[in-house]
């Protein structure tokens, strides 16, 4: 038996090349008869299908391959190692060849119909819409840039500058077309006005001077010894100083002269006559009614008419004011609910400090209502760093928002220590609000 390769034609314009492995297929290859593409197996890295190294020619390499199929231009040729012709069993359109538990069955196969190539790609339906889209866009943006005018102050609301749209119309005045005169008016003398004897009153008036051309530097010295210019920069009498010089009129004792015109001093005055408080009779003796003090008066106090929490004017003009009195607030902080690395002790000590912040909000609407009381609580975050992230108003019985909101970010600039083991912290912290004996 011959150890050579034998060359078996196939007359098939496309074969189909099917390896299988127990049933089961291992790769199926199309070929063509004018392509350049063959079926080779082995145990190289580019086989197309593997085989039992036993099925191989003698004279192949370890790891070369052996191409069982390849094309001739007109049709194929098979080429069946000496092992392979033992078991090849060939009919008109197919040859089986087994190869122990490999199996290959070439079969000639028609030729696929071409199929025709749209002129349009696949899924240009989906391209469509969104090209649509982005024309249409760019169609309604050029339309509204077409759309604006060139002159802003058309767009303009303002009633002042409503007339400048009109600013670069043209107008065009009416042609008036004189009528012509009559012949005799035109045969006729022309008159004359006025007396040709009179002299001219259109004459130029000019400074007298040196005719002849002259040079800049002597006209300047020309203008300023013969104009007004002379008299501003020649001397001057003390008359003329006083009027261009650019000091003060009143001088250095302006503040003596207008300090004086307001009396800035109460004096002793007694009487009705003078700038005292008693004396309200005539002659300036007192009948002893108070002019602030008293009942139904201003509530003042003094030596004689006063009256306790006012403006306290004495016998002698003198005034003095009377004690403050300060609202007595009751603010009491409940205890807190902290969640996270941060002790509750810590918090309140913060809360503490910062306690005359929420006194402030809170007095201010005791100014409104004096009865003002009620329960505000806060929650706050705060960040790893110790600052207040986010507070919000978790509940309220107090019923003024401006109050609320004023704790709410006053507690929101408060800084913290920061927490231990990082991460963020969540305090609820309410506020009793009352005013004093409440």
């Not at 085989?51 to 191409?67: F, S, T, V």
Request: aromatic letters at 4%.
């Amino acid at each position: 038996m011959s150890t050579q390769p034998e060359l078996q034609p196939f007359d098939a314009p496309v074969l189909l090349v099917e390896a299988r492995y127990r049933e089961r297929t291992l790769c199926a290859q199309v070929l063509s008869s004018g392509g350049r593409r063959g079926f080779a197996v082995g145990r190289g890295r580019r086989a197309d299908a593997p085989i039992d190294p036993r099925y191989l020619p003698p004279g192949l390499p370890a790891n070369d391959n052996h191409m069982l199929v390849a094309p001739s231009g007109a049709g194929f040729v098979i080429n069946l190692a000496p092992a392979m012709r033992e078991h090849a069993e060939r009919s008109a359109s197919r040859i089986r060849i087994p190869c122990g538990e490999v199996v290959f069955d070439i079969t000639a196969a028609v030729p696929p119909q071409p199929v025709p190539r749209s002129w349009l790609r696949p899924g240009w339906r989906e391209d469509a819409r969104v090209s649509g889209a982005v024309a249409l866009g760019m169609l309604l943006l050029l339309l509204l840039v077409f759309a604006v005018p060139s002159d802003p102050h058309a767009l303009s609301l303002d009633d002042v500058g409503r007339d400048l749209r009109l600013a670069k119309a043209l107008v065009i005045p009416a042609v008036v077309v004189e009528p012509p005169l009559p012949k005799d008016a035109r045969s006729g003398p022309t008159g004359a006005a006025g007396d040709p004897k009179a002299p001219h009153a259109d004459a130029r008036r000019a400074t007298k001077g040196p005719a002849k051309n002259q040079e800049a530097r002597d006209l300047e010295r020309y203008l300023r010894e013969s104009t007004i210019l002379a008299a501003l920069n020649g001397p001057h009498s003390a008359s003329v100083d006083a009027v261009f010089d650019s000091t003060r009129a009143l001088g250095d004792h302006e503040k003596d002269v207008f300090g004086h015109l307001i009396g800035t001093e109460i004096a002793d005055a007694w009487g009705a006559h003078g700038l005292g408080v008693n004396g309200t009779g005539a002659g300036a003796a007192d009948t002893g009614k108070a002019m602030l003090g008293g009942p139904g008066g201003l509530g003042t106090i003094g030596l004689r008419h006063g009256g306790p929490g006012g403006l306290g004017l004495n016998d002698h003009g003198g005034g003095g004011l009377g004690p403050k009195a300060q609202h007595k607030l009751l603010i009491d902080t409940m205890p807190a609910i902290v969640r996270g690395g941060l002790d509750k002790e810590i918090v309140r000590r913060v809360v503490r400090q910062h306690l005359n912040e929420v006194r402030y909000c809170y007095e201010q609407a005791l100014v409104r209502q004096p009865s003002l009381a009620g329960r505000v609580v806060t929650q706050f975050t705060i960040a790893n760093t110790g600052k207040v992230l986010v507070s919000v108003l978790q509940s309220s019985t107090l019923g003024a928002p401006p109050v609320e909101s004023c704790i709410v970010t006053a507690t929101r600039r408060w800084l913290y220590p920061a927490p231990s083991g990082g991460g963020i912290v969540t305090v609820t912290y309410p506020f009793q609000l009352a005013p004093a004996g409440g």
